[in-house]
């Protein structure tokens, strides 16, 4: 069973981990429409990773014995129009949410959901990790500038990434 502040503050997290895919999935067809598939790879493992962080947390929810409720999902908007612009985009997005799993943690702490706790620290690393891979790709964003021979080259290696599914808890 979870404490029912803890059950609600689970599902509002599910549903910002759908918007992120949602977010993700905006930003895929914007880089569509600029003809860089690189990038809309690199989206497309980042909509499969926010699937993931969602369903992660409501099989853990069922697996207490506690409710799933889904919410309405906002309509995700795209800020910039540049990769650069977008890119400072995602990684604002991610600080967000590293915010609020760190709220998610703090009501586990308030509850003493011990459990709870251990669960989600696989998700607090899992930030760690995607505001660095975003903080990468932005830095050299940054370098690239006007450059269109690099952004064609950063394109070529962003097309290497792999979505690997991810053992969550
Ligand atoms: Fe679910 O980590 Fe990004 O948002």
Request: proline share 2%.
């Amino acid at each position: 069973m979870l404490d029912k502040k803890l059950e609600n503050a689970f599902n509002d997290q599910i549903n910002k981990e759908l918007y992120s895919e949602y977010l993700y999935l905006a930003m895929k067809a914007k880089f569509a429409e600029m003809n860089l598939p690189g990038f809309v790879n690199w989206l497309d493992v980042q909509v499969q990773e926010e699937r993931a962080h969602a369903m992660g947390m409501f099989d853990y929810v069922f697996e207490r014995n506690a409710q799933v409720r889904l919410e309405a999902i906002d309509k995700p908007e795209v800020k910039g129009s540049t990769p650069l612009e977008i890119f400072e985009q995602i990684l604002e997005h991610e600080e967000y949410v590293t915010s609020r799993i760190n709220a998610l943690m703090d009501v586990a702490e308030e509850v003493k959901d011990r459990a709870a706790l251990s669960f989600l620290d696989w998700y607090l690393k899992e930030q760690v990790e995607e505001e660095s891979n975003v903080g990468g790709v932005l830095a050299n964003l940054k370098l690239i500038g006007d450059d269109k021979k690099a952004l064609f080259m950063l394109d070529k290696e962003l097309a290497t990434r792999t979505f690997v599914a991810p053992v969550i808890g």
